[in-house]
């Protein structure tokens, strides 16, 4: 959790050095997530388990050689963009991100995504908790896009039926209502059938703490302008 001293400067002197940087990255957390799905569904046996355990503990010890102390927090880099890389649901460096993919559409977010075997929950289906997740980051995007980017104070799911690993799925998220610093919005995951799997109710405050970085509220929804350039405080989730 921040407590409201966002801006971390990250030097966009060389902005091909920082993409390839970026690449890099994104290339990493993939293929640790290809790593974590493959430590989920392998059977092999000792004595490649201690081997395999051998070589990732010892690659472990290669990125500790330079790492942070703590978490990342929000980045800003210099050219404005904010890097909040470390999101568990679609930040480019944790390998444990789905990754979510928005798009902005009429009125929200739509996000495409699809679940492997490291979420599973009950035989074959997402876990509760993830399908919550999910949810709660693209409501919470939604509201961010509108230029509310709040906390989720609460966020009330149904599950209507099992979410199935491995298949395309999509969860659309909307704003209902805002009301100065609250913003009300709800959302569904639908399967490949068109069956809505569960559905949510959301709201989203944007905290005493950091209010003075967004100006004024208004009293609802089409009021809102848009951050400039999505440089506007966001909320470590
Ligand atoms: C791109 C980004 C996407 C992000 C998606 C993911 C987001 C997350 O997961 S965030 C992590 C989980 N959430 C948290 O950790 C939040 C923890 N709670 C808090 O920080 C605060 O309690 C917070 C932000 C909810 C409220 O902030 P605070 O500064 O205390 O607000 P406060 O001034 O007391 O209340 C504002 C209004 O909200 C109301 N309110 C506060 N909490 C709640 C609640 N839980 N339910 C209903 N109303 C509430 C108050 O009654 C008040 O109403 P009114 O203005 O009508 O009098």
Excluded at 55 to 70: I, K, S
Excluded at 72 to 98: F, K, Q, V, Y
Excluded at 124 to 140: E, K, S, T
Aim: net charge negative; proline share 8%.
């Amino acid at each position: 959790m921040t407590d409201g001293t966002f801006v971390s400067p990250y030097p966009v002197e060389d902005p091909q050095s920082l993409a390839e940087l970026e690449r890099a990255q994104g290339d990493l957390a993939r293929a640790v997530g290809r790593l974590v799905d493959a430590t989920v569904r392998t059977r092999q046996e000792r004595p490649v388990l201690d081997e395999v355990t051998a070589r990732v503990d010892t690659l472990v010890e290669r990125l500790l050689e330079q790492a942070q102390e703590g978490p990342l927090g929000i980045e800003t880099s210099s050219d404005g963009r904010l890097r909040d890389h470390a999101n568990p649901m679609l930040g480019m460096r944790n390998p444990i991100a789905p990754p979510l993919v928005m798009t902005d559409d009429e009125g929200g977010v739509t996000c495409t995504f699809s679940l492997g075997a490291a979420y599973e929950g009950p035989p074959g289906c997402v876990h509760g908790g993830f399908v919550a997740a999910v949810l709660d980051q693209v409501l919470g995007t939604a509201a961010a896009r509108r230029g509310v980017p709040g906390l989720t104070a609460y966020l009330n799911t149904t599950y209507r039926r099992p979410t199935l690993l491995g298949t395309d799925l999509v969860c659309r998220g909307r704003i209902d209502r805002v009301d100065g610093w609250k913003i009300f919005a709800s959302g569904e995951i639908v399967d490949p059938q068109g069956e809505v799997t569960a559905e949510a109710e959301a709201l989203f405050i944007v905290p005493r703490w950091a209010r003075e970085h967004l100006g004024t509220p208004t009293g609802d929804a089409g009021d809102f302008a848009p951050p400039a350039g999505e440089t506007g405080v966001s909320p470590t989730p």
